[in-house]
């Protein structure tokens, strides 16, 4: 049961867990005992809540202690509420054999439905925290990678996980290639010009050169069919001019000899065939030229078709080989062909080269391709490859598949004993479980109460716990409604009275007896809620002689509960908290102590015997230790603890204090347990510290010879050479 403090400024934490059936809280008053009360009074909804907090919360508003609806003696019901009792109680047992198995078990070594669930949820908890961890840091490793970097600065563990899936490795030359892309500018492959002139068509035009002749209109016997002559002849025209020597046989040129020469060269027919094969070299000139200027520029390719280019290159240098070694061949038989204008020559019968079509085509693909490129798709798309690379790196080195599938085990085998624990939870919780089988059972002993209902039973019953010990007893009485309620008869005079005459401490404790017999009234329907009882200071000051009694109610009441209830009781009263809490166990008891720092309340859980007090002497010691070691407490509220504890000590073994405090300078009046003035404890203290004030407290033992009392109930603490006392925490 978790109380909710988170609204209450009184108390510096925010929530309290009350794991145990019966819960003792010690605090002073003023530390919000009442308040943590109201707190608990809002947990209606889930708990059955009953709560004592003396007489005036008993009453109601005509100041009258009403009836209350209790069973009556009937042999005959009694022994069928009994039986049925009895058979809530096998099934509490059984609801309390199932929970032990449910509960950690008292001996380590013990195995039960709860330590195999737990057992199995740790094992898959630090499985899962190892994956955890490896997520976390794989992910600031990846985050940290740099010259490329490869994941946004906000990449997480969750990011890391999604990447799981696409994990894949890369070669170290797909990586260099991704890397160049990330790398890589906006890139343009340019146009090329490929020669689209029909080779076949060439051939046959050339050919049909070779093969072509022209008639000879002047005859020149000396050169006549010899084509050496002739080319002679015709450079050597070109060469000279009119009344020259020649220059090969040293003889005046005679204008006879010029003008033969140039009507023989100068015919129509043979200069239109010049001039035909010097077009056709020409075209040749021209044709190697383009081919010559045909380049693929690797540099204008993204990397990822730089290698498709290369290939496309070298097949384009083949074949502009290929057409220049045909086209020179073209070019030489025209060449020679000008010196046989007159004569047919031989056609040349070499096979065409293969052309630029398919080459064309392809480069323009590869061109498309390139420069239709979306780079910055690219350039993600390759940053994602090597983070997938990255990730599957580090999967590799973790043997993440291997943990994983460890981790699959084990949460299946966390599956499976929070199955069995939840199935064994639902005997007690399930339909058809044994709460529900007690809160039928419940409803027939409400059924059978119902016929026995009388409202004296609850007077008769605190008449016989109070006999001898008041000299009154309550009486049941009805008003004109026949609403019942209870007044006070004077067992001697017989006089009634309102319960509101009598006197505080006899008000206090029929209230709290009335409060005791509420616990088993008979109610109209069965309330199936967990029961909390609450007791906010149920002894006060004037109690003293009814304390015993009280102790006595509570603790029968306490062996009386349910294993689904809950009882608190919070007091201040040392006495009586020593009293009440007596042979209870901190293991399976809860004990709590309210302490204020004069601002906010601690709430301190003892764990062990050794933490509480034994007598309240020893809670003194207990309570100015711990106001010692909270920083938040100010100086001045050691003080009162440190006055009482001189004055109990002094008075128990017969000492005078002013002789015990003035061994000590200024202790007398520090210490003065009749010094009660703020000015006064502000003027004493005098800027003095904690460890100050402890300091004079132990010097005050330690001069009167009982150093050794101080140690006993303060707890670790030593003294140094010169004197000055050392906390255990101060220790280095």
């Not at 009293?579 to 906010?600: L, M």
Request: overall charge negative; hydrophobic content about 35%; proline content about 2%.
């Amino acid at each position: 049961m978790k109380i909710d403090l988170s609204m209450v400024d009184i108390f510096e934490d925010s929530e309290l867990e009350l794991d145990k059936k019966i819960t003792f809280i010690f605090g002073k008053n003023g530390t919000g005992k009442s308040t943590f009360t109201e707190e608990i009074k809002k947990m209606t909804s889930d708990y059955e809540v009953s709560v004592f907090q003396g007489f005036n919360n008993i009453i109601d508003e005509n100041h009258r202690l009403n009836a209350v609806v209790l069973g009556e003696e009937n042999m005959a019901i009694n022994a069928k509420i009994e039986e049925k009792k009895k058979a809530i109680e096998l099934k509490e047992k059984e609801i309390a054999r199932i929970n032990k198995n449910l509960s950690e078990p008292e001996i380590k070594e013990n195995s039960n439905f709860w330590t195999r669930r737990c057992m199995a949820q740790e094992k898959y908890n630090a499985a899962e925290k190892k994956l955890t961890d490896f997520y976390t840091q794989s992910a600031s490793t990846i985050k940290n990678k740099k010259n490329p970097q490869v994941a946004k600065t906000s990449y997480n563990k969750r990011n890391f996980q999604n990447d799981i899936p696409s994990a894949i490795l890369l070669q170290d030359e797909e990586k260099k290639e991704l890397i160049q892309i990330i790398k890589s500018e906006i890139k343009m492959a340019p146009d090329i010009v490929f020669p689209h002139e029909d080779m076949t068509q060439i051939l046959d035009e050339i050919n049909s050169i070779l093969q072509k002749t022209v008639s000879e209109r002047v005859k020149v016997k000396r050169i006549d069919n010899n084509p050496e002559k002739r080319e002679f002849a015709k450079k050597g025209l070109l060469l000279h001019r009119k009344g020259e020597v020649c220059a090969f046989c040293g003889n005046k040129i005679t204008d006879y000899v010029f003008e033969e020469l140039e009507s023989y060269f100068s015919a129509d027919e043979v200069k239109e065939f010049q001039m035909e094969i010097v077009k056709k070299i020409e075209e040749m000139d021209l044709l190697t030229q383009n081919i010559s200027g045909i380049k693929v520029s690797l540099t204008d390719f993204y990397p990822n078709y730089v290698k498709e280019a290369m290939v496309m290159e070298e097949e384009i240098e083949k074949l502009k080989k290929s057409y220049t070694h045909f086209i020179d061949k073209l070019k030489n038989a025209l060449d020679e062909k000008q010196k046989y204008l007159f004569e047919a020559r031989n056609p040349i019968l070499d096979e065409v080269p293969v052309g630029f079509t398919d080459i064309k085509k392809r480069y323009q693909q590869l061109q498309e391709k390139n420069n239709g490129n979306d780079i910055e798709t690219k350039k993600e798309e390759a940053i994602k490859r090597i983070r997938y690379h990255y990730v599957k790196q580090l999967m590799d080195e973790f043997d993440y598949s291997g943990i994983k599938t460890t981790l699959d085990v084990l949460f299946d085998e966390k599956k499976k004993r929070e199955k069995e624990y939840d199935d064994e939870r639902s005997k007690i919780y399930g339909s058809g479980g044994l709460k529900e089988d007690i809160n039928n059972i419940m409803k027939e002993i409400v059924d059978l109460q119902n016929q026995t209902k009388n409202e004296s039973i609850l007077a008769d019953n605190i008449n016989k716990k109070l006999l001898h010990m008041v000299s009154f007893k309550l009486e049941h009485f009805e008003d004109d409604e026949s609403k019942g309620f209870y007044k006070v008869k004077d067992i001697n005079t017989e006089a009634v009275r309102d319960i509101t005459e009598l006197s505080t401490g006899e008000k206090n404790v029929i209230a709290f007896l009335y409060f005791l017999e509420k616990l088993n009234e008979v109610k109209d329907d069965a309330v199936n809620k967990p029961r909390v009882i609450v007791f906010d200071d149920p002894m006060n000051s004037n109690d003293d002689g009814m304390q015993y009694l009280i102790i006595e109610e509570l603790q029968a009441l306490m062996k009386k509960l349910l294993e689904t209830d809950h009882f608190i009781l919070l007091t201040h009263n040392k006495h009586f908290y020593l009293n009440v809490k007596h042979n209870h166990n901190y293991r399976r008891d809860k004990f709590i102590r309210f302490q204020t720092n004069g601002a906010k309340t601690h709430i301190i859980c003892l764990a062990k015997d050794a933490e509480d007090f034994k007598t309240s002497y020893e809670s003194l010691w207990t309570e100015l230790r711990i106001l010692y070691e909270y920083d938040q407490i100010s100086e001045n509220m050691l003080l009162n603890p440190i006055r009482r504890i001189i004055e109990t000590f002094t008075k128990f073994n017969a000492l005078d204090k002013t002789t015990f405090c003035n061994k000590v300078s200024g202790a007398k009046k520090l210490f003065d347990v009749n010094s009660h003035s703020i000015d006064d404890i502000e003027a004493e203290l005098n800027g003095k510290t904690k460890q100050e004030i402890i300091q004079m407290f132990y010097d005050c033992f330690e001069k009167n010879e009982y150093g050794t009392h101080f140690f006993k109930y303060w707890g670790n603490a030593h003294v140094d050479e010169n004197g000055n006392l050392v906390m255990s925490s101060e220790e280095s």
